[in-house]
């Protein structure tokens, strides 16, 4: 866990060194992505899963503040409405059991570019804090008679409901930006969202000591340039 923290302290260091030397920018760009997400939570005691498949869609703001060199620096937040959950994977009879929890995510990114600012291809890197709030969840059952037999005898999940919506964490990936002279960008990101809280409380009379969300998401996202420095 201290690994992610020290990397994330790092990139928001680097971004304000950069803003007190950088040539200035002013480039503010909004639009909107949809995406794919594959999410496992991280149970203790264990719970053998495949991935939970979900939709991800929201809106993004981008704000590009200076270019330092060959990078450009910028601030992001979005506003995304995301599926995550769990499917367990039960090999001790033919139930099938799966979580959807419905989440609004806010991530707060600092956006590293490395390629064309406009009318070409940038690479660039995202990283940052997010927090998130539980909206709505769902129970799938199925596979015919529904019984409790499970390899380690863990049961407890079963109709236990969110016991924390609040949720916070890290995320970050890479991707590229196709954009155009006229002030249109495609994107196409993956990213890694690693959850510092749980679902369920943890105090030692509860059943889990552990129950985080951790996802893979592949995002396409376009937007456009509502301000922009003269040069």
């Not at 969840?137 to 037999?149: A, M, P, Q």
């Not at 196709?178 to 890694?192: A, D, Q």
């Amino acid at each position: 866990m201290k690994k992610p923290v020290l990397f994330l302290l790092l990139a928001v260091s680097v971004l304000t060194i950069h803003a007190q030397v950088g040539e200035a920018r002013r480039d503010l760009a909004v639009g909107f992505s949809g995406g794919y997400v594959m999410n496992k939570v991280s149970f203790i005691p264990t719970i053998k899963q495949n991935y939970h498949e979900g939709k991800t869609f929201g809106m993004t703001l981008r704000y590009t503040c200076e270019k330092y060199f060959a990078a450009l620096c910028a601030l992001q937040i979005e506003a995304n409405y995301t599926q995550l959950g769990w499917n367990e994977k039960i090999e001790t009879s033919t139930n099938t059991y799966q979580r959807t929890i419905n989440y609004l995510q806010i991530p707060f990114l600092a956006n590293l570019g490395f390629g064309k600012e406009r009318g070409g291809v940038k690479g660039f890197l995202a990283i940052g804090p997010q927090v998130a709030f539980a909206l709505s969840e769902n129970e799938k059952r199925g596979g015919g008679t529904w019984d409790l037999v499970r390899p380690n005898n863990v049961v407890q999940q079963y109709d236990l409901q969110v016991q924390r919506k609040f949720e916070y964490g890290l995320t970050g990936g890479l991707g590229l930006d196709v954009s155009t002279r006229s002030g249109h960008h495609f994107l196409l990101e993956g990213r890694y969202y690693y959850a510092l809280s749980d679902i369920f409380k943890n105090s030692k009379k509860d059943p889990f000591g552990r129950s985080a969300n951790g996802a893979i998401v592949g995002r396409v996202s376009y937007l456009f340039d509502v301000l922009k420095t003269r040069r």
